[in-house]
């Protein structure tokens, strides 16, 4: 399974940047990205590992709980 590159945008916008067959290459160009973009430009950059472009944006749009806070 590949590994997308996505650019989270105000509003839950999402612009898929690149794809990658491994990890390591997928992190260094998001760490590329987040370095050479102005913070304020530049939102959200995520890795996600998915079958496909479509299960990956439906990953990123999904809310996500916290887990226990100490000893539960």
Not at 10 to 34: C, D, M, N, T, V
Request: charged fraction near 25%.
């Amino acid at each position: 399974m590949p590994y997308y590159l996505y650019q989270v945008k105000p509003f839950g916008q999402l612009e898929k940047l690149a794809e990658f067959e491994s990890f390591r290459s997928a992190s260094i160009r998001a760490k590329a990205i987040r370095a050479e973009t102005p913070a304020a430009a530049l939102g959200k950059i995520k890795v996600m590992f998915a079958e496909s472009a479509l299960q990956a944006e439906d990953l990123l749009c999904q809310v996500r709980t916290a887990g226990p806070a100490g000893d539960d």
